[in-house]
């Protein structure tokens, strides 16, 4: 049902809920994030006490009982740092909460209001947690000899769908997932043959028996903890009253590009942490005469400024309705701060050295998951994609495909 608040949210109670993740992100999801990582366990005491705090529902809206934040919702930086805030305790924790806050970001844009009160409502109430599945990959991952891919059946009341997908993160944590699915077959939404219109978005309970997780799939150098396992679907049935919008809707509406930076936002969230360290230890150590710590401190700093002054710059946009130059700064932004990011963390270590490498050093978790995470999606193509439009090339905000 509908959760009327009762009160406006205020420019106030955004800046004190940021500064709550983020307190909780520094005490107590920091010394956490070890043993998630080492375990590859699903952080779930995080989300659980996310969802204690009343902070777990970001991109759902104020009347539904959620905190009103994102692109959607006009309100975009706050959204954006809570996830800096998470990822500069735990990468893998921030991959996990956007993929949750960004369902709920497309069932808020595209779902029906029944969809919307149904499933907001386990998320604000129970502490529902959702993800967005898409990764169909044409070639095989690693050096396995397996195929990834779905393939969708109609039935009178609904859709069946068979195949698996791979780096499906939080499936061993999530309680739904969006799937991206394409009558044309495997594919998802990045790889697909068939048209654009043929790509379908259904809601599916993780806890149908006709669902398996593969977690031996899963033994990654970093982001252990988003447990992007494989996932088997052996034909799984899915009503009508679960496909999201209408065929096509995420890409003819560019949905993607609304999540680019966000992923960025987690890149800067482990660059500061990096810088963190740098500080303490040149502290600690009596490295701050160094000319050359000097020089490097000083490069971050500014570094991670000129982020913090790149997300703000395209949250804005995104919340005065300049859809168009926000997904052309989106990806400026999530090209530079993967490369600002990743000079951080190598400045980090040139300047603490070989023993910040060595657990239980965080940097040694920071590197690992950060030089993972960075290739969620190619910068080179990122980059040819910048240059295409600005040239007046055929180009594609979402997966910068030629």
């Not at 891919?149 to 780096?167: A, E, H, M, P, S």
């Not at 009508?240 to 509406?253: H, K, M, N, T, V």
């Not at 130059?325 to 963390?345: D, P, T």
Request: proline residues 5%.
């Amino acid at each position: 049902m509908t959760v009327d608040t009762g009160r406006t949210i205020t420019t106030r109670d955004v800046v004190a809920q940021v500064a709550q993740v983020a307190q909780l992100a520094n005490d107590v999801f920091a010394a956490r994030a070890a043993e998630y990582d080492q375990t590859a366990r699903f952080p779930t005491e995080d989300f659980d006490d996310l969802f204690a705090a009343g902070l777990n529902a970001p991109t759902v809206p104020t009347e539904y009982g959620g905190l009103g934040l994102g692109p959607y919702q006009r309100n975009t930086l706050p959204l954006w740092m809570m996830t800096t805030a998470l990822a500069r305790a735990d990468l893998s924790l921030a991959r996990c909460w956007e993929g949750h806050a960004n369902s709920m970001v497309l069932i808020d844009a595209l779902g029906s209001p029944p969809q919307r009160e149904r499933w907001f409502d386990g998320v604000v109430a129970r502490g529902e947690k959702w993800a967005a599945w898409s990764g169909e990959p044409p070639a095989p991952a690693g050096n396995g000899k397996r195929r990834f891919g779905t393939d969708l059946t109609r039935t009178r009341d609904g859709w069946v769908v068979d195949g698996t997908k791979i780096f499906a993160t939080s499936a061993a944590g999530a309680d739904h997932a969006i799937l991206l699915v394409h009558l044309a077959g495997p594919g998802g939404a990045r790889h697909h043959e068939g048209s654009d219109d043929g790509l379908i978005m259904l809601a599916c309970d993780l806890s149908h028996p006709s669902i398996t997780i593969d977690g031996s799939w899963w033994d990654p150098i970093g982001m252990r903890a988003t447990v992007s396992h494989l996932v088997r679907f052996d034909h799984t049935p899915i009503p009508d009253s679960c496909r999201i919008g209408e065929p096509g809707d995420y890409l003819r509406q560019g949905w993607q590009t609304a999540f680019a930076p966000h992923y960025a936002a987690s890149f800067l969230g482990a660059a500061e942490a990096a810088y963190d360290y740098t500080l303490d230890h040149a502290r600690q150590r009596g490295k701050t005469a160094d000319p050359y710590v000097q020089h490097r401190v000083g490069t971050m700093a500014v570094d991670i400024e000129t982020a913090h002054l790149w997300l703000a710059e395209v949250a804005a946009r995104w919340d005065r309705g300049d859809r168009a130059g926000a997904e052309i700064g989106g990806n400026r932004a999530r090209h530079l701060l993967e490369r600002l990011s990743l000079a951080a963390v190598d400045h980090c270590v040139r300047v603490c050295g070989a023993g910040s490498l060595i657990r239980p050093s965080p940097v040694e978790r920071i590197v690992r998951d950060l030089t993972l995470y960075a290739r969620h999606d190619n910068d080179d193509h990122i980059l040819a994609t910048i240059g295409r439009q600005i040239l007046g090339q055929q180009h594609d905000l979402s997966f910068y495909r030629p």
